[in-house]
Protein backbone atom coordinates (compact mmCIF):
# COMPACT_ATOMS: atom_id res chain seq x y z
CA UNK A 1 0.00 0.00 0.00
CA UNK A 2 0.60 3.67 -1.35
CA UNK A 3 0.75 6.01 1.27
CA UNK A 4 0.13 9.79 0.29
CA UNK A 5 1.10 12.95 2.12
CA UNK A 6 -0.19 16.42 1.09
CA UNK A 7 3.34 18.38 0.16
CA UNK A 8 1.86 21.07 -1.68
CA UNK A 9 3.07 24.57 -0.24
CA UNK A 10 0.20 26.89 1.35
CA UNK A 11 0.32 29.88 -0.05
CA UNK A 12 0.96 32.63 3.26
CA UNK A 13 -2.29 34.36 3.81
CA UNK A 14 -4.92 31.39 2.77
CA UNK A 15 -5.01 29.57 6.14
CA UNK A 16 -7.87 29.75 8.38
CA UNK A 17 -5.88 32.09 11.23
CA UNK A 18 -6.19 31.80 14.95
CA UNK A 19 -8.47 35.03 15.05
CA UNK A 20 -9.67 37.42 12.65
CA UNK A 21 -10.88 40.82 13.54
CA UNK A 22 -14.21 42.05 12.21
CA UNK A 23 -17.00 44.50 12.73
CA UNK A 24 -18.41 41.80 14.79
CA UNK A 25 -15.38 41.95 17.13
CA UNK A 26 -12.67 39.30 17.46
CA UNK A 27 -13.43 36.02 15.95
CA UNK A 28 -11.79 33.34 17.68
CA UNK A 29 -10.91 29.77 15.97
CA UNK A 30 -9.04 26.66 16.43
CA UNK A 31 -7.64 24.20 14.13
CA UNK A 32 -10.36 26.08 11.64
CA UNK A 33 -13.26 25.58 14.04
CA UNK A 34 -14.68 28.66 16.03
CA UNK A 35 -14.92 28.59 19.76
CA UNK A 36 -18.15 29.07 21.52
CA UNK A 37 -18.23 33.01 22.12
CA UNK A 38 -17.09 33.07 18.34
CA UNK A 39 -20.20 30.76 17.34
CA UNK A 40 -22.66 32.62 19.76
CA UNK A 41 -21.77 35.55 18.00
CA UNK A 42 -21.88 34.31 14.23
CA UNK A 43 -25.65 32.66 14.78
CA UNK A 44 -26.65 35.97 17.03
CA UNK A 45 -25.24 38.14 13.77
CA UNK A 46 -26.92 35.81 11.71
CA UNK A 47 -30.47 35.60 13.13
CA UNK A 48 -30.00 39.59 12.97
CA UNK A 49 -29.56 39.68 9.59
CA UNK A 50 -32.85 37.04 8.98
CA UNK A 51 -34.60 39.61 10.61
CA UNK A 52 -33.38 42.63 8.38
CA UNK A 53 -34.24 40.25 5.27
CA UNK A 54 -37.66 39.62 6.60
CA UNK A 55 -38.23 43.53 7.31
CA UNK A 56 -36.67 44.66 3.86
CA UNK A 57 -39.33 41.61 1.83
CA UNK A 58 -42.18 42.40 3.95
CA UNK A 59 -42.40 46.26 3.55
CA UNK A 60 -43.11 46.29 0.10
CA UNK A 61 -45.96 43.73 0.59
CA UNK A 62 -47.40 45.23 4.01
CA UNK A 63 -47.11 49.09 2.14
CA UNK A 64 -49.21 47.81 -1.14
CA UNK A 65 -51.79 45.84 1.16
CA UNK A 66 -52.05 49.34 3.08
CA UNK A 67 -52.88 50.97 0.11
CA UNK A 68 -55.19 48.58 -0.74
CA UNK A 69 -56.98 49.17 2.53
CA UNK A 70 -57.16 52.94 1.77
CA UNK A 71 -58.78 52.40 -1.52
CA UNK A 72 -61.29 50.54 -0.62
CA UNK A 73 -62.36 53.29 1.21
CA UNK A 74 -63.42 55.12 -1.85
CA UNK A 75 -65.03 52.55 -3.80
CA UNK A 76 -64.69 48.60 -5.00
CA UNK A 77 -61.50 47.43 -6.50
CA UNK A 78 -61.51 47.40 -10.59
CA UNK A 79 -63.21 49.91 -10.82
CA UNK A 80 -62.04 52.88 -8.17
CA UNK A 81 -58.99 54.79 -9.29
CA UNK A 82 -57.47 57.15 -5.96
CA UNK A 83 -55.84 60.48 -7.48
CA UNK A 84 -53.84 62.92 -5.36
CA UNK A 85 -55.34 66.69 -5.80
CA UNK A 86 -51.76 68.08 -5.08
CA UNK A 87 -48.10 66.55 -5.19
CA UNK A 88 -47.22 64.82 -2.37
CA UNK A 89 -44.89 66.87 0.06
CA UNK A 90 -42.18 65.53 2.12
CA UNK A 91 -44.68 64.54 5.17
CA UNK A 92 -46.53 62.00 2.90
CA UNK A 93 -46.73 58.72 4.45
CA UNK A 94 -45.71 56.10 1.63
CA UNK A 95 -42.65 54.42 -0.19
CA UNK A 96 -40.74 55.77 -2.52
CA UNK A 97 -42.58 58.81 -3.70
CA UNK A 98 -41.08 61.85 -4.85
CA UNK A 99 -42.51 65.79 -4.66
CA UNK A 100 -42.56 66.20 -8.64
CA UNK A 101 -45.50 63.19 -9.71
CA UNK A 102 -48.88 63.80 -10.07
CA UNK A 103 -49.78 60.36 -8.06
CA UNK A 104 -53.01 57.70 -8.86
CA UNK A 105 -53.42 54.20 -7.45
CA UNK A 106 -56.09 51.43 -8.86
CA UNK A 107 -56.12 47.93 -7.55
CA UNK A 108 -56.82 45.23 -10.05
CA UNK A 109 -58.05 41.78 -8.94
CA UNK A 110 -57.55 39.58 -11.36
CA UNK A 111 -59.21 36.30 -9.11
CA UNK A 112 -62.49 36.34 -11.44
CA UNK A 113 -60.34 36.81 -14.79
CA UNK A 114 -58.89 39.27 -16.92
CA UNK A 115 -59.53 43.34 -16.13
CA UNK A 116 -59.05 45.91 -19.13
CA UNK A 117 -57.71 49.61 -18.21
CA UNK A 118 -57.82 52.04 -21.09
CA UNK A 119 -54.99 54.20 -20.56
CA UNK A 120 -55.59 57.80 -22.46
CA UNK A 121 -52.87 59.55 -24.79
CA UNK A 122 -49.86 61.58 -23.27
CA UNK A 123 -49.18 60.25 -19.61
CA UNK A 124 -46.98 58.06 -17.50
CA UNK A 125 -47.27 55.31 -15.64
CA UNK A 126 -46.52 51.88 -14.59
CA UNK A 127 -48.32 48.80 -13.22
CA UNK A 128 -46.64 47.09 -10.01
CA UNK A 129 -47.74 43.67 -8.52
CA UNK A 130 -48.55 43.36 -4.68
CA UNK A 131 -44.66 42.96 -3.95
CA UNK A 132 -43.67 46.24 -5.98
CA UNK A 133 -42.05 44.33 -8.49
CA UNK A 134 -42.42 46.06 -12.51
CA UNK A 135 -45.29 44.53 -14.23
CA UNK A 136 -45.27 46.60 -17.24
CA UNK A 137 -44.50 50.82 -18.38
CA UNK A 138 -47.96 52.23 -19.74
CA UNK A 139 -48.42 55.45 -21.49
CA UNK A 140 -45.08 57.65 -22.86
CA UNK A 141 -42.73 54.98 -21.72
CA UNK A 142 -45.18 52.22 -22.20
CA UNK A 143 -46.13 49.90 -25.09
CA UNK A 144 -48.67 52.42 -25.98
CA UNK A 145 -45.98 55.15 -26.28
CA UNK A 146 -48.51 57.80 -25.45
CA UNK A 147 -50.69 57.41 -27.82
CA UNK A 148 -53.34 55.74 -25.13
CA UNK A 149 -54.60 51.97 -25.16
CA UNK A 150 -56.27 49.35 -23.90
CA UNK A 151 -54.03 47.11 -21.62
CA UNK A 152 -55.82 43.83 -20.84
CA UNK A 153 -54.62 42.03 -17.97
CA UNK A 154 -54.62 38.49 -16.80
CA UNK A 155 -54.21 36.08 -14.26
CA UNK A 156 -51.46 34.34 -14.41
CA UNK A 157 -52.87 30.64 -15.56
CA UNK A 158 -55.04 32.76 -18.13
CA UNK A 159 -55.60 30.36 -21.22
CA UNK A 160 -58.89 31.87 -22.85
CA UNK A 161 -58.48 33.94 -25.42
CA UNK A 162 -57.55 37.77 -25.81
CA UNK A 163 -59.60 40.27 -27.84
CA UNK A 164 -57.29 41.36 -30.75
CA UNK A 165 -56.13 45.25 -30.47
CA UNK A 166 -56.01 45.19 -26.79
CA UNK A 167 -52.23 44.77 -25.38
CA UNK A 168 -51.79 41.97 -22.83
CA UNK A 169 -50.17 42.02 -19.37
CA UNK A 170 -49.55 38.50 -18.13
CA UNK A 171 -49.36 39.27 -14.20
CA UNK A 172 -47.25 37.17 -11.73
CA UNK A 173 -50.22 37.47 -9.13
CA UNK A 174 -53.93 38.21 -9.04
CA UNK A 175 -53.52 41.30 -7.09
Not at 14 to 43: N, Q
Not at 96 to 111: F, K
Not at 120 to 145: E, M, S
Request: glycine share 10%; proline share 8%; hydrophobic share 40%.
Amino acid sequence: MTSHANTTPIPAGIAMPDEARTRLGTLRFFDGFPDDATTRTLFDNLDFQRAVQAYLLGLAPVAVAAMRKALLQWGPVNSTLVMWADLVHPRFLGLVYNTSTSYHYAWLDLRDGPVVVEVPPKVYGAAIDPWCRWVIDVGITGTDRGRGGRYLFVPPDHAGQVPDGDLVVRSRTVG
